[in-house]
């Protein structure tokens, strides 16, 4: 083995197999499992010394030790450097493996990597969703299964909605449930996947946003059914997907009136990205509203991405959103869907949360006029 310590940093499951294969280079060793419920004194003693059998030695790191009587942030520095020293002198009969240790600080990364005895490993543990869908394939390809590119990207994007990127750990996580489904079976298929991933409320609740987008009034009341039967938090869930219908049917009125006053996406865009948060410090008469700011670089926080932005444009079941949407539709929308916010907060029953849900999707699929929903929703008596 050309080197005897390892620092080994990103997904779970890439360093576990180079963990692997380094035990598999040791052959027998005596192992030594270090965390940070050891004090930093013992830890470098056992990092120090050597075998009492003479045998192969084998530390593994999971997190750093700690020394007493100094703040977090001055324990992890002195240890790092004292760790640095020992990494590039590790003995020939022992070797260190960090592993899952993030370690940022480019001193210690360039005074220890490939240089004395000592290596760092680094795995990716974001990708953005199309690389981590291939990955996903790949990893289905070593258990001999196959899975078509459409599928892997559904398991990928059913992980998080609300992102480009997708973290590696629930993407292989994911892999493993469907391994486990599918079994000894080399296909998986279509069905495999939407079984697994309607297991999720994020899942449900994205795909019932399409539904109305389409208006697609039999699937959204199916989708709000499961998402009513398989939700563990349904008020703080339902809460969440109202309070993103109102911030998407915000963007959406913006930039449909834009369109329909001749404006061309570039002008949108540069009109919409002048919309900034607002942060309120204080209490009582000291109480103040300011642009809220990025801790970096002190910048105005846009109140929508340019991300966000283009998917209204993107084809959704042949139709981009935006043109799902008329800007009169969307006037009425808005004040409705909040007046719906204000009735689930206000006080209701999970099925009451139910039939608030239900009218909104009857609005927005115009199968109820909207007067009628507001009637309904001012009323003081229970649904």
Known sequence: MKFNAFILMGNWLERTAALDKIKGQLGEYELTILDDSCSWEYARQELSENSCFGDTRLIIMTSL??????????????VLNELKKILVNVDENTCIVLNGITITAKSFRDAVNGKGKAKVMTY??????????????????????????????LMVDSI????????????????????????????????????????????????????????DFSESLLL??????????????????????????????????GIDNGL?????WSKLNKLV????????????????????DDKNIAMYSKPAFDMLFYNNGGKSTISCYSQ???????PITQMCLRKIRSGCTDGEIRIVLEILCLVICCQVPYDTAEEILKSNYLL
């Not at 069905?191 to 697994?196: E, G, K, T």
């Not at 061309?264 to 949108?268: A, L, N, R, S």
């Not at 009169?328 to 808005?334: A, K, P, Q």
Request: charge should be positive.
């Open 65 to 78: 030790p700690t020394i007493k009587g100094k703040s977090s942030s001055a324990s992890r520095t002195k």
């Open 224 to 257: 709000v059914d499961k998402i009513a039967s398989r939700s563990l938090a349904f008020e703080h869930e339902i809460v969440m997907a109202v309070s993103t219908m109102i911030w998407k049917f915000r963007l959406l009125l913006f930039v449909r009136s």
């Open 124 to 153: 990716e543990l974001v990708l953005p969703k199309a690389k981590a869908a291939r990955r996903l394939i790949g990893y289905f390809e070593m258990l001999d299964k196959t899975i078509e590119y459409d599928d892997a990207y």
């Open 328 to 334: 009169e539709h969307l006037s009425h929308l808005l």
């Open 160 to 215: 998080n909605y609300n992102s480009k990127d997708a973290n590696l750990d629930k993407v292989f996580l994911m892999g493993k449930k469907i391994e486990h489904l599918v079994g000894g079976r080399k296909k998986i298929t279509h069905d495999d996947v939407i079984s697994l991933c309607s297991l999720s409320p994020d899942f449900l609740i994205w795909n019932l946003f399409n539904a109305l987008d389409t208006q």
């Open 264 to 268: 061309k996406p570039d002008e949108i």
């Open 277 to 296: 948060k607002w942060d309120k410090t204080g209490q009582g008469v000291r109480r103040k509203v300011s642009p809220k700011k990025t801790k970096k």
